[in-house]
């Protein structure tokens, strides 16, 4: 079972926002949720949103919240908006606004029967 929420057009530079998502891929939601919290970076803002809004997807298809991690986790860049620094002597130079689209996708933790105990494995 698969659970996922995109943002587009998030006013964050991808570059910024790859940097954050790295240490959310993989983990559990649980964990995932807590580390974005205690990160002091405007990505982890955005990225929480997107992550509270695939647990609410996961929670609406009926999965278990507390079996799912995050399995992938896509920081692509959206549409530039170029605007104009003036400098000295009559020449500018150009600012490039990025953007970011913010896909996460959970999936359920696969399970393995080993020695006759179910295990985890991520």
């Known amino acids: 079972m698969e659970a996922r929420a995109i943002a ?3 006013n964050i530079s991808p570059q910024k926002t790859r940097v954050v998502a790295a240490n959310i891929k993989g983990k559990p939601v649980e964990d995932a949720v ?14 929480s949103k997107v992550l509270h809004s695939a647990i609410a997807n996961a929670e609406q298809s009926g999965s278990d919240i507390d079996s799912l991690y995050v399995k992938f986790v896509k920081i692509d860049g959206g549409p530039v908006a170029k605007r104009i620094q ?4 009559g020449r500018a130079y150009r600012i490039l606004k990025r953007t970011s689209h913010i896909t996460i996708i959970f999936q359920v933790f696969p399970v393995l029967k080993l020695n006759g105990r179910l295990t985890r494995f991520v």
């Open 8 to 10: 587009k057009y998030v």
């Open 86 to 89: 003036p400098r000295a002597m």
């Open 34 to 47: 807590n580390i974005l919290k205690f990160t002091p970076k405007k990505a982890a803002a955005a990225l």
